[in-house]
């Protein structure tokens, strides 16, 4: 009788709210040694200086980053006025803007022209590649970057909080719900242009990627000491593989259809299912996931990431 792959482990996303400082390349390494394996991944990049929401894929939750690529993310910026910075955030060289500071007023009228679906052109110093070289590399070597507008949706942006004590630099904080690929650099230093004078992003943290919420994160200091007597310890902090991806109808399987399954075969579940899906959840008889699947034509599903390589009989 084969051993089940099915059973409790470190499988899984650990949703991790990620302090100043380190990069997600970064947290992802001290997850990979906290954890004792090489299968993390994340799903969705924070520049060092941002917090929040860090969606980190550990074992077969790997397996499932590319369902998230696109999800929706949400951000609280702090858009400080009167400069402009070479990196479009804090971490850039400022120089002060020649135009008059707006008023609350101003920034609350020009807030809804970035609403809904809007060309953006990404920063200078960015990871997007033109000839081969990343931009960030070429613009610190002091070559001209010449990066395309790109289309991003701005779901939701409203007024947050107003800071006016400096009125030559008056601060807003923003809350944003946008696409994936939006740049919110590039949106405080449009604000700035758009009020006729200089923005930067001098704060930023994210408070949702997808279905994840900044509320229901861990702190770094608890994975810590959660893992300080073995990984195992992480076991408790992991949301289901599948979190997140209730898009995906599910659909139970027999012991029979899932021993296919785990050989990456067609399967015609007798328990059925409804068509026109994107993807499909296959449960095994114990409910737990054993793969994502597309469909195969009428009545059959095609394993697409199977999450099981042994089985025992259900």
Partial sequence: ????????????????????????HDIVGLIRRLAATRRVGHGGTLDPFATGVLPIFLGRGTRVVEFHLKDD????????????????DLE????????????????????????????????????????????????????????????VTIHEIALADWDGSDPSRPIAIVDVRCS???????????????????AYLGALRRTAAGPFAVEDAVALDAVREAAAP???????????????????PEVMLTAAELAAVAKGQFVRPQAGFTTGAERYRLRAPSGALAAIATEAGVGRLAPDKVLVSAVVDA
Avoid: H
């Fill in 1 to 24: 009788m084969a051993r089940s792959s099915l059973g409790p482990g470190l499988d899984g996303i650990l949703v991790i709210d990620k302090p100043i400082g380190p990069t997600s």
């Fill in 73 to 88: 993310k949400a951000y609280r910026a702090t858009v400080c006025f009167g400069e402009t910075s070479s990196t479009d």
């Fill in 92 to 151: 850039g060289e400022r120089i002060p803007s020649k135009g008059p500071a707006p008023s609350r007023e101003a920034v609350e009228a020009a807030l809804p022209a970035f609403s809904g679906p809007i060309e953006q052109r990404p920063p200078a110093y960015s990871a997007i590649k033109v000839g081969g070289r990343r931009a960030y590399a070429m613009a610190r070597a002091g070559e001209t970057v010449e990066l395309a507008s790109r289309t």
């Fill in 180 to 198: 994936a690929g939006t740049y919110i650099r590039s949106l405080a230093r449009d604000l700035g242009e758009a009020l006729g004078t200089a």
């Fill in 230 to 248: 073995g990984p195992e310890g992480i076991v408790p902090l992991l949301r289901p593989v599948d979190a997140g991806l209730e898009r995906f």
